[in-house]
């Protein structure tokens, strides 16, 4: 499948947007794991901004951005959603009442609850009435919706944004499912060339045993295992290698069982 | 394809119950909930044992998934199918809102009440991880292509046909497992009852006393394939599917209906198709008084006010994330006997809503079905099924 990268959004710890974590990723500056900072989006309407949890401030912060640098109305773009969970905050919150004798839920946590609450928050935000799925694998998360954005793209003809994010839970969840940091990433994914495109992606799925792409930064390759939606940090890096004039790299993301998410990262064709 | 729910296991048990008109709302008596409400719950669930070797995936979620697998012949026809393709080109899409979250409810009582530590033997993997359910029913099959798990509220088991359509499409697969599960739990009972949205009595869908939705539990399954040169007689298509968001409100419709439209209107693009051509459509229809209201306008302004329509959910209850694949399989066991089925509950009709809405069964021959399921966040997706054109 061939798409197009019209535009790139990142948020995490000591990556504070594309623009300035461009450096860090092509391993010209130094990384310096600082915590993620996360505020309500501006695109809210107040009443919805006031209620927005954790997982909708970082992926609407890194949905913007991507499409601020395509230059697309974010209203004609179809969205895919992924991460590992629903928003832990809330769950935990929730799962904590249930565990109490009164079991009062507020209304206002249950529907932030749903796995699809950043896709909700994002249409009503940006008045997009376009496709939007939200889905989630685990650690392959990301690699899922990456496969799910492409196909869109060259299936149906879509141009698409890829928004996915992961966060930790308090305790005691953190325990049983620890999550490394607050990371989120999104890509604006085109199927023609436009003159905004920075690099144009060839995926393909292998039966093959490939090594896995790693990073070479131990901060980052901490924060890539630690992560679900961090396992995008190669493909990050080769894209800001190649929009750096760099050639073009093949990026080998992991597929269980048994298989490779083979990504071939080269100039706008 | 294959189907559970509180009217029973299987196509039969579920055609047996919508000629007879038995629904399967009971009076809650789930788990230790104190609420006064009806629920479709799944008889025989606490009875089903996963096999050995996925024991680790044991939850109520995955046991509903499993007993749908053994159901109609499926895990049969996946195995003929794997062994047709290869395990590596049969792809898995399914679709849960809470996925094993009861695990995660019942280990959170547990806490260790000095260190707050959840149980031991909370795994959280296997069960509450919204993942778990594609990872359990890929083992189970034996399956190895692409796999996820589409959580998309109550539209999401229709959307995974949808997402399964592309992956073939584009060559990613060339078969796919699609449905999923979504099991009773306290998150939901007690979070609908929050809402306000729950009804002390069955559910009356489209009925002009209707007092909310009754939940329910369930699971479905279905196998679909590229399109043979030759299809074989009497197979049933996915004929379009259709996908859209209301941009409206977290929980609840757009009051005119617009996202519903959009969803159907993008269906009968995608299959090429005139409103005229749809014989049947199972309603989302939850009884909401606000949902059931959108729908009908949704419906009457694309469609009129002559095709038969009826939400299901007064036998089954409504099955949340499951409700797309379980009416899915009604709408086709529709299509495949001719029999619309009616609404058990539903008394007296709405005069506000101009939809034809079917409260007795009905039979005639028809050609194309359509399926609508909404969800939280403004979440859409419809369906159309027809025989091979």
Redesign the interface.
Known sequence: MQVHVEGIGLLGPGLAGWADSRAILTGDSPYVATPTVLSASPLLPPAERRRSVPTVKLSMAVGAEAMEQAGRDPATVATVFASSSGDPDTLHQILDTLATEEREISPTRFHNSVHNAPAGYWSIATRSREPSTSLSAHDESFQAGLLEAAAEVAADGWTVGLIAYDMPYPEPLNRVRPIAGSFGTALVLTPQPTDRCLACLDIDITRGDEPLTRMADIGLEALRTGNPTARALPLLSALARVCAGGGHETVVLDLPPGGRLVIRVGSPC | MSIVSSIGAGQDATLDALRNGRGGLKPCSFETVMLDTHIGEVEGLDDVRLPAELAGYECRNNRLADMALRQDGFAEAVAAARDRYGA?RVGVFLGT?TSG?LS??LA??A?DPRT???PAD????TTH????L??FVRRRLGL?G????????CATTS?VF??A???I????CDAAVVGGADSLC??TL???H???LVSPTPCRPFDAQRSGVSLGEGAGFALLERVASRPALGSVHLLGAG?????????TPHPEG??AR?AME?ALADAGLQPRDIDYVNLHGTATTYGDAAEDRAITELLGTRTPVSSTKGYTGHTLGAAGIVEAIVSILALRTGLIPGSPQTRNLDPALRSRYLQANETGRMDRVMTNSF?????NSSLIFGWAA
Do not use: C, Q, W
């Open positions: 590596h809102s979250i995660a409810e959170f009582r806490r707050g530590a959840l909370f795994s959280f993997a991880s919204t993942g778990s594609a990872d190895e692409p796999a996820f798990v589409v959580s998309s509220a959307k949808a997402n359509a592309r992956m499409a584009a060559g990613m306290l998150t007690y979070g609908f929050s809402l306000e996908e859209s968001n209301d941009a409206h409100h977290m929980s617009l996202g959009l993008r969800g939280f966040g403004g979440s």
